[in-house]
């Protein structure tokens, strides 16, 4: 069991392994041509800001999460290096640190911080968190990440599906808290998420995240699923009024009415008039 002294005592010799004095872009590199890219450096958090996943399906920033009606980097930074990297090039160990300012009691401004520990996948980007920081601190044995208790990880099992997710907010009665709850659990960025779960084997599941993210308030995050969602359901109902409610609340109403009228025309051709909302019909007047 670790006493306190320990933990502290791993956590800063963790760091000091983790951290990087230049500023110079960091390339971790898997097999088949993908890396993970880590760039500017925040010598007061310690950590990268800014890290880019490049794959065969692409390039997506992981750990970026827009908040309310801006985007937002702010947060979280994240370090790693090529020993951390599995032998077979699948996975890499990464720390991320959820670091800010907080007012105390006295109106002081103090820095505050969390640090956990996560497993990207060089093959898609996916990110899986381990537990704590304690976890990073240990080494690749094989394929499987030992850490210094002696417990060892198998990265292709756990995560929160958006089955998962869903069922876990099912019973929270308050939109805010719903989509925090949510919100928390895709802090390695929608793409990420995407990648651990595929979007066209869970349409309707990811069209209620988006939802419950909208009513929250986090428009910016629903369009990121919304606009996953009609390349792949393009057709779907549903997904017109919520596509086109986000876009209105957004302000980008020139936007959004193509998506209204879609839903009213598919809407008449069902004979559902009558369920059409009366926002629908104000906005398009």
């Known amino acids: 069991m670790f006493n306190k002294y320990h933990t502290v005592t791993l956590l800063v010799l963790l760091f000091a392994r983790l951290s990087h004095a230049d500023t110079e ?13 880590f760039r500017n450096f925040d010598e007061k958090y310690g950590g990268w800001r800014d890290i880019e996943y490049k794959g065969v399906a692409g390039a997506f920033n992981i750990y970026m999460v827009p908040s309310k009606m801006a985007p937002s980097e702010e947060g979280i930074v994240a370090n790693s290096d090529i020993d951390m990297v599995s032998p077979d090039k699948k996975y890499v160990i990464v720390q991320r640190t959820n670091a800010g300012e907080v007012i105390d009691e006295e109106g002081n401004k103090i820095m505050s911080s969390q640090a956990y520990c996560d497993a990207v996948s060089l093959e898609t980007g996916c990110v899986k968190n381990v537990g ?11 394929q499987k990440w030992k ?3 002696g417990e060892t990880f198998d990265f292709s099992k756990g995560g929160m599906s958006p089955q998962y997710l869903l069922s876990e907010v099912a019973n929270v009665s308050s939109n805010e808290s719903r989509s925090d709850s949510l919100r928390d659990s895709l802090f390695m960025g929608v793409p990420s998420y995407m990648a651990c779960y595929p979007p066209e084997k869970s349409i309707s599941e990811y069209n209620d995240i988006g939802f419950y993210f909208a009513q929250g308030g986090e428009h910016l995050l629903a369009m990121q699923i919304y606009s996953r969602l009609l390349s792949l359901a393009p057709d779907r109902v549903p997904l017109k009024l919520n596509v086109a409610d986000s876009l209105w609340a957004l302000g980008k109403h020139d936007e959004a009415k193509p998506y209204y009228i879609a839903y009213r025309e598919a809407m008449l051709k069902k ?6 909302p009366k926002r629908v019909v104000e906005r398009l007047n």
């Open 25 to 37: 872009p960091l390339d971790i590199n898997g097999g088949n041509d993908s890396a993970l890219r």
């Open 132 to 142: 704590s920081a304690l976890q990073c601190d240990g080494a690749w044995q094989g």
């Open 147 to 149: 850490i210094t208790t």
């Open 271 to 276: 004979g559902g008039v009558n369920k059409i």
